[in-house]
């Protein structure tokens, strides 16, 4: 193989790995349950969360990713056109708290526990119903 094609190979398989590592698109599973969930990593990407989207599929959610854990990390419905259920998670991943069915029209209130957690998961109204979820209950991804 020349020169020129083994850089351009090496190109290629770098290009790929950037390209597939910048997709914040990920699985994670809680109670036998796997969703496809956007990441919010930066506080940008928090901020915004689900706002101003139209729907969202009863396989797909949210997480929220934050870099350490935090005390009274409350959410709200600023800017939502449909109901979320919202899972809060300590740093071991374990449920600490579920706010189900937050409407659109509870805006400006804000929910979450008064302890520390490190993930948040927003899915759609229903959801820990159907699938019993409850505090202690393991994310996984």
Same mark, same amino acid.
């Given at each position: 193989?020349?020169?020129?094609?083994?850089?351009?190979?090496?190109?290629?398989?770098?290009?790929?790995?950037?390209?597939?590592?910048?997709?914040?698109?990920?699985?994670?599973?809680?109670?036998?349950?796997?969703?496809?969930?956007?990441?919010?990593?930066?506080?940008?990407?928090? +901020?915004?969360?689900?706002?101003?989207?139209?729907?969202? =599929? /009863?396989?797909?959610?949210m %997480?929220? $990713?934050? *870099?350490?854990?935090?005390?009274?990390?409350?959410?709200?419905?600023?800017?939502?056109?449909?109901?979320?259920d919202?899972?809060?998670?300590?740093?071991?991943?374990?449920?600490?708290?579920?706010?189900?069915?937050?409407?659109? +029209?509870?805006?400006?209130?804000?929910?979450?526990?008064? =302890? /520390?957690?490190?993930?948040? %998961?927003? $899915?759609? *109204?229903?959801?820990?119903?159907?699938?019993?979820?409850?505090?202690?209950?393991?994310?996984?991804?």
């Amino acid at each position: 193989m020349s020169k020129k094609k083994i850089i351009f190979l090496i190109i290629v398989v770098v290009g790929a790995f950037f390209l597939l590592s910048s997709n914040n698109l990920r699985y994670v599973k809680i109670n036998g349950v796997t969703l496809k969930v956007s990441l919010a990593l930066t506080e940008r990407a928090q +901020e915004r969360g689900l706002s101003g989207r139209e729907s969202l =599929e /009863e396989n797909e959610g949210m %997480l929220f $990713v934050f *870099s350490q854990p935090i005390a009274r990390n409350f959410f709200w419905m600023k800017e939502m056109n449909f109901p979320l259920d919202m899972i809060w998670f300590g740093a071991d991943k374990k449920v600490v708290y579920i706010k189900k069915n937050a409407t659109p +029209e509870s805006y400006p209130e804000s929910f979450g526990p008064n =302890e /520390e957690t490190k993930y948040v %998961l927003e $899915v759609i *109204s229903g959801f820990s119903d159907k699938y019993n979820l409850k505090e202690g209950d393991l994310l996984e991804f």
